[in-house]
């Protein structure tokens, strides 16, 4: 895992953020596919507390747009920011969400809460998969129709199983352009 | 198909508004979103969207009297309801008054995601609906729907290389002169290509003058022009997964032409007064009289532009040139037009077919057509003869000898000499110049006979 201070000028990187009770390792699988599968250098943050700030009561739920508004709020480090939660996420629209980005902007969040499997390597494979399509979004990128592409809208845990940990070649050279545009 | 779709949400909830909107954008559609009925339907006026999503329970306008004011004004449209109480029984009421659907907030993702495939088939079975309804309607109208004869030699080779080009998008320049049925070809190619499903979409460039065809071509938001007092959807945007025919595409501006070019290349342009840039997937079939290389040459029509209009040429030749497609083609017509007009017609005699085979026919099939609907109206008789085809019996036609072949003014000097002599052989060789033998040679290589 990467840690501040260690990055080079020019290299690609997006903070991580753990917020609350998170699995530590997962946070680490996260990153290492972000490094492997977008070539984004991912440093963690110390861990935030849990958010209560984003809980809706009559949800039994959390707001994913609170917490990303708290996320974009960090002044520090890299302009990216993915937080990494344990609590079940929703939105006004939606009952619940595996993850929720800002589509070109700044924060994005993901969460466990839904992901767990009795298999921890599959947990961890899901979630990795879930942070690399919203860092996707953070990207500009919208859903991709290509069904086998991790930009793809997984609506389903089985879905998600189904979906292999890749980019299409579309994706992965736009994910390239917009990092070297950004990053130079 | 989403790419094209626009969405409009209404509700009076800011952060549902902003939610759906992150959603529908993430999924590639073109999202605008109205925190009132009233905004909504101003919205609406001046850019109508394809799919409406409406929260029934907002202050002021409800779901429901938006719903029924826009129906006024689009009765087309899609509209699905929101309701965050579970209140079918206004859900109900929703339906009645047109709306397609209604769903509960929140919404399950995967009810959601599916929810909106039902609903773009929904629309694209509707667009397929309107297309075919519009064709049909214009193939009645022009009778054109099943003129495509393919008899003669020459029309044999093109319909092989329709059959050839059409599964490929890539753009056909259609020569020929006046009347050949350029047309016939293009909606032949579109109807064997995989395009088939979309819409064909034909403009006349000849017949419409330039600031109107840059209209009817890329369409205009509301106020761009005096008299654009709504928006309005253009060709290129409409052609989207079909194909677009630009007929007389000779008579195109050369501003017109830098314009349609960037189009094509980049399959995105701006409405007229618009800013935003509208996505359009549509094969380009383009069609001309005019000696396209000939007006480069001076000037008057760009060579980038012909080369991406001209990556496949078909030409198809006149009439004159494919003599035998005349029968079957004027037999054709006669049925037509006799089931139209109620006349039991049994044919042509020999001798209008002679007629009919002997003319150069200028106007190609479409002056076929029209002689033959003439004479169908005039006729007394079972056959149609010579008599009633008079207006292009050759000896009335000097004016046109100029552009006759030599084959045809040897055809018409003949029979000329037949007639005159009451179509004795010896007679007419006399005073045609020529032997007995080679006269019955020539009446037999051009099938002249008494009838």
Known sequence: ?184 | MKFSTRILIVDDEEMICESLQAWFVRDGYQVETALSGEAALKIVENSPADIYLVDIKMPHMDGIEFLTRLKECQPNAIVVMMTAHGTVQTAVEAMKRGAMDYFCKPFDPDELSLFMERILANKALREENNTLKELLSESNQQGLSEVFIVHSEPMRAIFSKIEEVAPSSAPILITGETGVGKDMVAKAIHFRSERSCGPFLAVNCGSLSESILESELFGHEKGAFTGAVKARRGRLEMAHNGTLFLDEVGEISQKMQVSLLRAIEEKSFLRLGGSQPISSDFRLISATHRDLPSLIKEKQFRDDFYYRINVITIDVPPLRERLDDIPVLADHFLKRYAEETGKSLGGFTHKAIDLLSSYHWPGNIRELRNVVERAVVIARGRMIGAEELTFVNPRHDAGLIGSATLRELEINQIKAALESCNWNIVRSSKRLGIDRSTLMRKMKRYRLDRC
Not at chain 1, 25 to 38: E, R, Y
């Open chain 1, 1 to 184: 895992m990467a840690r501040k201070g260690s990055r080079k000028t020019g290299e690609s990187h997006i903070d991580i953020v753990p917020i609350g009770h998170v699995d530590a390792l997962a946070v680490s699988v996260v990153a290492a596919n972000l490094q492997t599968l977008m070539g984004l250098n991912a440093d963690t943050l110390p861990l935030h507390p849990e958010p209560e700030y984003a809980y809706l009561a009559v949800r039994s739920q959390y707001a994913a747009g609170k917490i990303i508004k708290e996320l974009e709020s960090i002044d520090e480090g890299s302009r990216f920011k993915l937080g990494i939660v344990q609590c079940d996420l929703c939105t006004p629209i939606l009952k619940f969400v595996f993850g929720e980005s800002q589509l070109g902007g700044k924060a994005a969040v993901i969460s466990l809460h839904r992901l767990q499997d009795k298999d921890p390597a599959r947990t961890y494979l899901r979630a990795a998969k879930i942070g690399l399509h919203e860092t996707g979004h953070l990207l500009g990128i919208g859903h991709c129709q290509t069904h086998d592409c991790l930009m793809a809208f997984v609506s389903t845990i089985e879905k998600l199983d189904g979906q292999p940990a890749r980019f299409c070649t579309a994706c992965q050279y736009e994910i390239s352009r917009t990092l070297k545009y950004i990053f130079g």
